[in-house]
């Protein structure tokens, strides 16, 4: 008896070859970098539309002859704004007064925020406590620090110079006098943002690695020794970065000033956004305001390249 077997069908069926344009249900992929530039497309039309549109309108508005009536830009008149603004003894005295400003509170701001978070770094009783006390002053709008610290130093009836007058000194004139105005804005700035250096600093301190403390103890370093061979040469990189982060946010500085001072006595502390700030929105002149804007923007642009290649030299560095 013979068992006959099928005969193998020469048509079967064969598994797609991968890559084949004709492969049924194939579906399109993009790939790691197309993908990413999908899901970051409404975050960059988000960015274009709030942040590109008001510098090119500024630009138009600088190059052009605001008409109030129509509140909108009209006739081209070139680099007209521009050599008022440079010929405006207002405009260069505010970027003076800015200038100080910076090369004061900054570097005071810097020192204090990683002298603190040494001290928050040792532990003793009541740190934590004074860790939470520390975080008031960034929750605290500036608007609101800047008046309040204006009432606290009045004269008349200040809080700070009535416990100057409990040790026989006052009253001081911290806001009426030029100096002392200027002295009181860095003070409250250095009040407030101090703070945020403080974070920065404690974050980098606790990442620094134990095994080089262990080295170091290991031998004979003393306390001194290390922080000064060890521990700053490791938080240069951090240092850097905060100092970084902390230009970008005092070269806005306006609010503090419009609430403590106005920008008096006279000009004393009148920083050029608040300068801006008077000659757009009460002088009506946007167009030089707009003029002003645009150098004050290509200045801190300039001045930030710098600050970023030093601090990737740092970082290399270190």
Partial sequence: MSVSTPARRTGAAKAPVRGSGNTPGRRFRLGEPGTAW?????????????????????????????DLALFQPTGWV??????????DPGFLESLKVT?????????????????????????????????????????????????????????????????????????????????????????????????????????????????????????????????WHVTLPLLVPVMAAAFVVRWLGAVKM????????????????NVVNLYIYEKGFRGLEFGSASSMATLVLIITMILTYFLFRISRRLENRW
């Fill in 78 to 87: 070139g680099w007209k704004n521009y050599e008022a603004v440079l010929k």
């Fill in 254 to 269: 306006f609010d503090i000033a419009l609430a403590a001072t106005k920008g008096g006595p006279g000009n004393s502390t």
């Fill in 99 to 227: 200038g100080i400003y910076l090369v004061i509170a900054l570097p005071l701001q810097m020192i204090l925020g990683f002298a603190i978070a040494f001290l928050l770094n040792v532990e003793w009783r009541g740190r934590g406590v004074l860790r939470a006390l520390f975080l008031i002053p960034m929750v605290v709008a500036p608007v609101v620090a800047g008046g309040i610290w204006r009432m606290l130093l009045d004269p008349l009836w200040g809080v700070v110079n009535y416990m100057l007058g409990l040790v026989g000194v006052g009253p001081v004139e911290w806001i009426g006098d030029p100096t002392l105005a200027m002295v009181s804005v860095i003070l409250i700035d250095t009040w407030r943002w101090t703070p945020f250096v403080v974070l920065i600093a404690a974050a980098g301190i606790m990442a620094l690695p134990g095994d080089v403390y262990e080295a170091a103890k290991s031998d004979g370093a003393t306390r001194w020794q290390t922080m």
């Fill in 38 to 66: 999908l899901f970051m497309t409404p975050a960059l039309v988000l960015l274009a539309g709030m942040l590109l549109y008001p510098i090119f309108y500024t630009l138009w508005v600088s190059f052009s002859d605001f």
